[in-house]
């Protein structure tokens, strides 16, 4: 089993930024790719950005330009840095992997931008 623990979300004025983690219980050279998903009020849960263990990386067009998704695997930890953010980047943001077949999901962090 993998736990993936979230940290870094909270309020921020628009323009602003905020850089969340993403820490895994399981060494991250026996994970491939790791996801950050976003989910707002009324919304389905949505792909943000992936990253795979050859650290290649892949956006949603929202976002593309204005967040960065990167990994430490020697501290086992994804992060998502969100610069320029606009209040329809609020969000619950989770982060996601599949490991032995089956979906990982962390408890979520919540990110708010007040315009």
């Known amino acids: 089993q993998v736990q993936l623990v979230e940290s870094g979300g909270g309020l921020v004025q628009a323009g602003g930024s905020l850089r969340l983690s993403c820490t895994a219980s399981r060494s991250f050279f026996t994970i491939n790719t790791m996801d950050w998903y976003r989910q707002a009020p009324g919304h389905q849960r949505e792909l943000v950005a992936s990253i795979t263990s050859g650290r290649r990386t892949n956006y949603a067009d929202s976002v593309t330009g204005r967040f960065t998704v990167s990994r430490d695997n020697v501290k086992n930890t994804m992060y998502l840095q969100m610069d320029s953010l606009k209040p329809e980047d609020t969000a619950v943001y989770y982060c996601?992997?599949?490991?032995?077949?089956?979906?990982?999901w962390g408890q979520g962090t919540q990110v708010t931008v007040s315009s």
């Open positions: 996601h992997t599949v490991w032995n077949r089956s979906d990982y």
